[in-house]
């Protein structure tokens, strides 16, 4: 009995072919640490607020640790989004992996803001119309307190940038980016607040503290609305930016012998990109040069490459080494 052909050294088998599954999302963030650590800074102030409000019987501090204990679920959120796709980052079930958890976990997020902030303009209009008295120097204390812990936030959520990602990563984070515009959200009202209860304790002008309400819930409805218009996109595999799409094409065409077909980037996690691309190759580059081609796109995972070669071309080279015969 014969042995078996020993394998062609220059074959490639589907081993060497293997490719990570994880599409960027398997290693812990930097913003996961710090969206954590602010989780628990905001809920630590919610408890003290709480607790403070039903000590003294302050409805002003009450409500506010109420108001804050919403920002908490948010974060919570937002820190839960993180652990999540890292630890299902490597699961076969999510065919593009596990990166829209965060994008999904920012769309919940930026609802909850819209439906917040929707329910404050309703009270702002409400309280202009039928004042009530208020107490300004408990509330003040109040608003202080807030702004001081969400400047905290912003702080800790802006921080410097990771290891190896740019400013247009940080950017297309979305889950990053609900829980800065949470935090920045609940400091511009404190702001409002302020003004608005300095106002009051000084001149008696207590018709101005709704209306700053107002505009300040018009702002945040602006920011809202740019959050949920960023991850529906995400969510529903709207095209990548035009940057990573014009330098897929340029690195696609670089033999000078490709035509693109077809072309579609779009995104699988934060900060991270996929590729569908058929083209017709009119010399004799494989689908593996191809993507080869494509590795200096920063953080573009398992690009799918269709070739198609040309049969015209194919001929002449045909001749041409029949020629030489």
Not at 25 to 36: D, I, L, N, S, Y
Not at 193 to 208: E, F, M, R, T
Not at 293 to 319: D, F, G, M, T
Request: overall charge neutral; glycine content about 8%.
């Amino acid at each position: 009995m014969s042995n078996p052909p020993l394998p062609d050294p220059a074959c490639q088998t589907a081993d060497s072919l293997q490719h990570p599954h994880d599409f960027g999302q398997g290693h812990k963030r930097k913003a996961e640490q710090r969206v954590t650590l602010v989780t628990l800074v905001t809920f630590v102030a919610m408890l003290a607020e709480v607790g403070a409000g039903l000590i003294t019987g302050s409805l002003a501090l009450l409500a506010d640790g109420i108001h804050m204990a919403g920002h908490t679920m948010a974060l919570g959120l937002a820190a839960m989004a993180y652990y999540l796709s890292r630890r299902h980052a490597q699961d076969r079930r999510l065919s593009l992996g596990s990166g829209k958890i965060a994008d999904l976990a920012a769309y919940t997020s930026a609802l909850l803001l819209t439906l917040a902030t929707l329910w404050l303009i309703y009270e702002s209009v409400h309280r202009f119309l039928t004042p009530s008295p208020l107490m300004a120097k408990e509330a003040l204390i109040v608003a202080v307190i807030g702004l001081v812990v969400n400047l905290l936030s912003a702080w800790l959520l802006a921080g410097k940038h990771e290891h190896g990602h740019g400013h247009e990563d940080h950017f297309h984070d979305t889950n990053l980016r609900a829980a800065l515009v949470h935090v920045m959200a609940d400091a511009l009202t404190s702001v409002a607040a302020i003004a608005g209860l300095v106002a009051a304790w000084l001149w008696g002008w207590d018709w101005l503290d709704p209306i700053i309400a107002l505009v300040a819930s018009v702002v945040i409805l602006r920011w809202a609305w740019g959050l949920l218009h960023q991850t529906v996109g995400v969510l529903l595999d709207r095209e990548g930016p035009e940057t990573i799409r014009r330098t897929a094409r340029k690195q696609l065409q670089r033999d000078g012998d490709t035509d693109i077909i077809d072309l579609h980037v779009w995104s699988v996690g934060q900060g991270s990109w996929t590729l569908v691309a058929a083209v017709v190759a009119h010399g004799d580059t494989t689908p593996e040069q191809y993507r080869t081609q494509l590795r200096s796109i920063k953080n573009l995972h398992h690009p799918i490459i269709e070739v198609s070669y040309c049969k015209q071309c194919a001929r002449e080279r045909e001749k041409g080494q029949t020629g030489k015969h």
